[in-house]
């Protein structure tokens, strides 16, 4: 539904009931001036007539309201059957033969006409305020017309005279430029009014969507750690293979070294122990292949991790700067709260002065004595109408003091949110570096692999040719106890590899542990 037929439509709820009160009104006066004696059976009539228009008028509202079929033009076409109502319960006046009760009801029915022009702002249309006001002085003027022409009252006031029963035609001039000048102002009012609560409606909209992009935001990166958990395992897997694998080398150095220092005096011992290490040294080489393969695979998966990291870092940016603009607009939406608070004021001052105008009608009617009593009635409601109006407005207040008080809150949940990707910024920062240095390690093992191959092929072309030259194995014992030196030493070096391998991997999963523990926290504030 379009903003402005939404706002329209509760206006027109809210004047729904006001006609309602009116009717109510309108039919206790009538009732209590006929049954008195102070209003004749033709003005009666004409009070009826009025009031039943003015009750189809509320019917029509209604089922257009009840039944979804409520229309923007609508609010005009009410507004004149409003107005026609008014207009027929005033003909009423034509057949009041004491021109000193048109002039105390005078008031009363200005206080009518300010109420409906009042009335009109519900529906947040300042077109509608405007049309309202002329019609008002439309109905006002052309009553004073006919009642001019039918009844005794004059239009001047003669020097001296203390007769009451003239009306004076300044004061139609000055009902009637109040009028306008209350519509035009109100008009205004409204005009401003709504143009700041659409602000602030599609500010909160703007806000809405940013923390739902912000929510997808945090997924992504919960998604991301879930990802680097999963390399992590597979790192750690990798690194206890490589040690398994580094305990059995040495094992089979160990070995191959008791041989070679039992060969020259067990020529045939030799000889067989020649063909196992051949055996082992070749066994040797394919595990080699195989933790060579597996290395390179650790390396493919860390340079995904450091992709991944750098994704986080770059959602992680982008998330700052939508909390940023969020909180833009959340202060936008605290300014136009203020501004609400004026325009407020001006509707307080509005209906106390409504309330001035219902209390001079009262002192007026209590002066016509029990001629007036019947409207004295009606202006009392419409001192109650005024303050009704007071006190919703003070509700609007609270309401939106409310609002601004939320928003508030709000935009001290985006600050923290703020201070905490900036957190989680700086922790993928360094989970980044550690993920660099892991691959550098990894890196530079390749390079102590292919020593280990290359030293592993030279012992088994040592084997072969023990096997076919025991004659040359006495001599040779000394170079292949050198080698495997060369080889013990080279298993040591990757032992510490391994270790410092192991040691960044723990220090890794503790990031990603902080890191997810980070996330968490984000999403419950």
Not at 503 to 511: A, M, Q, R
Request: proline share 1%.
């Amino acid at each position: 539904m379009d903003r402005q037929l939404a706002f329209e439509m509760e206006g027109e709820r809210l004047t729904g009931r006001l006609r309602l009160l009116l009717i109510i009104i309108f039919l206790a006066g009538t009732a209590v001036g006929y049954f008195s004696g102070t209003a004749q059976l033709k003005q009666t009539l004409f009070y009826l007539v009025g009031i039943s228009v003015y009750a189809l008028v509320f019917i029509l509202s209604f089922l257009a309201l009840r039944y979804n079929k409520y229309r923007s033009y609508m609010k005009y076409l009410f507004t004149v059957g409003e107005m026609i109502g008014l207009f027929i319960v005033n003909l009423g006046h034509v057949f009041v033969e004491d021109g000193h009760e048109w002039a105390v009801r005078n008031a009363t029915r200005h206080g009518l006409y300010y109420v409906l022009i009042a009335a009109s702002v519900l529906r947040f249309a300042p077109r509608l305020v405007v049309i309202t006001g002329l019609l008002a002085v439309l109905v006002n003027t052309s009553l004073h017309f006919i009642v001019d022409r039918l009844t005794p009252v004059h239009w001047s006031i003669k020097k001296g005279s203390n007769q009451l029963d003239f009306i004076s035609p300044i004061d139609l001039i000055i009902a009637s430029i109040f009028m306008l000048g209350l519509s035009v102002a109100l008009a205004m009012a409204t005009k401003m009014i709504r143009k700041m609560i659409f602000k602030v409606s599609e500010e909160r909209e703007d806000s809405q969507k940013r923390f739902k992009l912000l929510s997808e935001l945090l997924r992504s990166a919960r998604s991301v750690v879930q990802s680097l958990g999963d390399q992590i395992e597979e790192l750690k897997l990798s690194v206890q293979t490589l040690d398994a694998t580094r305990v059995h080398q040495k094992d089979a150095l160990d070995h191959t070294g008791e041989l070679i220092r039992n060969v020259s005096g067990e020529m045939q011992e030799a000889a067989a122990g020649a063909s196992r290490q051949d055996q082992l040294c070749q066994s040797n080489t394919d595990l080699v292949l195989k933790f060579r393969a597996r290395m390179e695979e650790i390396i493919r998966s860390s340079e995904l991790n450091l992709t991944g990291s750098q994704q986080i870092m770059d959602l992680l940016t982008d998330g700052e700067s939508t909390l940023q603009k969020t909180l833009s607009g959340m202060e936008g939406i605290q300014e136009s709260s203020n501004r609400i608070f004026e325009i407020l004021d001006i509707i307080n001052e509005i209906a106390e002065r409504t309330n001035l105008l219902a209390l001079n009608a009262a002192i007026e009617a209590a002066r016509a004595g029990e001629e007036g009593r019947g409207f004295s009635v009606v202006a009392s409601e419409v001192g109650k109408l005024a303050e009704m109006s007071s006190r919703h407005a003070s509700e609007i207040e609270s309401l939106i003091r409310r609002s601004h008080d939320q928003t508030m809150e709000g935009a001290g949940l985006v600050r923290s949110m703020g201070s905490t990707m900036q957190r989680i910024h700086e922790r993928s920062e360094h989970m980044q570096t550690r993920t660099q240095e892991i691959h550098e390690q990894i890196s530079r093992q390749q390079g102590f692999f292919t020593d280990i191959q290359k030293a592993t092929l030279e012992i088994q072309n040592v084997a072969g040719q023990m096997k076919s030259r025991t004659a040359e194995q006495a001599g040779q014992t000394s170079q292949a106890n050198q080698e495997l030196d060369s080889l013990r030493q080279e298993l040591e070096e990757l032992s510490g590899a391994v270790g410092a391998i192991q040691s960044v991997v723990d220090s890794l999963e503790l990031e990603k542990q902080h890191l997810a523990s980070t996330l968490e926290k984000s999403q419950e504030d």
